[in-house]
């Protein structure tokens, strides 16, 4: 079976950095499209970020361009999400996706790790 387990995530004052990272367990972490995403309080989730199998594609909301970055360690089963700059309005909790598709639903997901990020 597939898991990803979220971690990094923490208080950090506006302006500063975290850096988050799912850990994938299962066969052929290679094969699958990763993907970033939060929910804030009274917010629906949102796409933060999502990176290709062999990691040449990348792609971010408008909210974290410029600010955040994602990348993978397919030798680690490992996908991170590096934030910088960050707002009180990043503040939420974050979540790791997988797919194999090449566009449409993420098929497995994480708990979520809590980022807050204070005025």
């Known amino acids: 079976q597939v898991q990803l387990v979220e971690s990094g995530g923490g208080l950090v004052q506006a302006g500063g950095s975290l850096r988050l990272s799912c850990a994938f367990s299962?066969?052929?972490?290679?094969?699958?499209?990763m993907g970033w995403f939060r929910q804030a309080p009274g917010k629906e989730r949102e796409f933060v970020a999502r990176?290709?199998?062999?990691?040449?594609?990348?792609i971010y909301t408008d909210a974290v361009k410029g600010r955040f970055t994602i990348s993978r360690d397919n030798a680690k089963n490992t996908v991170y999400l590096q934030m910088n700059r960050l707002r009180p309005e990043d503040t939420a909790v974050y979540y790791c996706?997988?797919?194999?598709?090449?566009?449409?639903?993420?098929?497995?997901w994480g708990q979520g790790t809590q980022v807050t990020v204070s005025s």
């Open positions: 299962g066969r052929a972490f290679s094969s699958y499209g």
């Open positions: 990176i290709s199998w062999s990691g040449d594609i990348t």
């Open positions: 996706a997988a797919r194999t598709a090449l566009v449409g639903k993420y098929d497995y």
